[in-house]
């Protein structure tokens, strides 16, 4: 069974630093390429930014590049997100998932196992 579990979030000060974790099992996560994705209040899914398996190469939404670095540790079947110089549009719940910048994640949040997220809040 595919389990994500998301963790790091938290209440943060515009340009402060966060680093989201989120733990897999269930499936040949260093094969897989997976996603960071947020939902911002009254939001639909975004993608947020994506890292191939073995060798990845990392993928961004323009919004967050230059301040967000994903990575991944296939030993320990974590998947991370660095978020440096966070801004209040960052606020969001992000989810990390399975799929690319390609995947309508609205689709697949109703047909697969998803996680139940970790709040990012920034404000003064």
């Known amino acids: 069974e595919v389990q994500l579990v998301e963790s790091g979030g938290g209440l943060v000060q515009p340009g402060g630093s966060l680093r989201l974790s989120c733990a897999a099992s269930g499936f040949s996560f260093s094969w897989s390429i997976m996603s960071w994705v947020r939902q911002a209040p009254g939001k639909g899914l975004e993608w947020v930014s994506s890292?191939?398996?073995?060798?990845?190469?990392?993928d961004y939404v323009d919004s967050v590049k230059g301040r967000f670095t994903i990575s991944r540790d296939n030993a320990k079947s974590t998947l991370y997100l660095q978020m440096n110089n966070l801004k209040p549009e960052d606020t969001a719940v992000y989810y990390c998932?399975?799929?690319?910048?390609?995947?309508?994640?609205?689709?697949?949040?109703?047909?697969?196992?998803w996680g139940r997220g970790t709040q990012v809040t920034v404000s003064s």
């Open positions: 890292i191939n398996g073995v060798g990845g190469a990392p």
């Open positions: 998932a399975l799929g690319s910048r390609y995947t309508d994640y609205s689709i697949y949040k109703a047909n697969n196992p």
